[in-house]
């Protein structure tokens, strides 16, 4: 296996603003693959955070999401836990116990304890670095610049430094996805969620509609 990464060390691009949300709680819940690959990721972090725990020392649990009205919050709870989210109403004293700093608290909000949030930049180098313990090659400040094809398989990448041979290739590269796929003809809706990298104010993520 190849890592190639454009800086010196792992998730110092977008990951690194990122607040390493994983979730059960958003998303479409209709889409029974879609929700599938949320549930194995949540329990593949949960069983990798017992291999390193020093990776998730920061690990915060739950999180809480509501929409323009508690009308439309309870409308989704309903929708999440049918499609079997662990998800439940959290109403505003529960609300201001879980999140003392939190102005304006909501009076209702959908809360997931399964969900998590971890230290991405840290994550990601630890998971670098324990691949190159076990034998792949890191190349640090390398950018690939397109996927090679021959016909509809994939053979390698161009990088700045040459060419790499591959029969897989997996795109991690955050924002720089669609440019790298769109001369394939792939077109996928991206959403890149970021914060600033600041120590976190809050005990967990927070997702509310965005008021002026």
Known sequence: MTLVEAEAEAGRGVTGRAFGWINLIHGDHSNRRAHDLQRRAVAAHEALGARLPAAYAGMRRGSLLWLGSPAETAALIDRKAAAGADVRPAELAEIERLEPRLRDAPALAAFSPSDMAVDA???????????EALGAVFRRGDTVRSIRLAGDKVTGVETEAG??????????????????LEPLGIDIALEIFTGEAAPPRMRRPLYFPYRR
Request: proline share 3%; net charge negative; hydrophobic share 50%.
């Open 121 to 131: 930049a840290g994550l990601s180098q630890a998971l670098a670095d324990g691949a």
């Open 163 to 180: 060419r790499l041979e591959a029969n897989c290739v997996v795109i991690a590269a955050g924002p720089g996805t669609a440019s790298l």
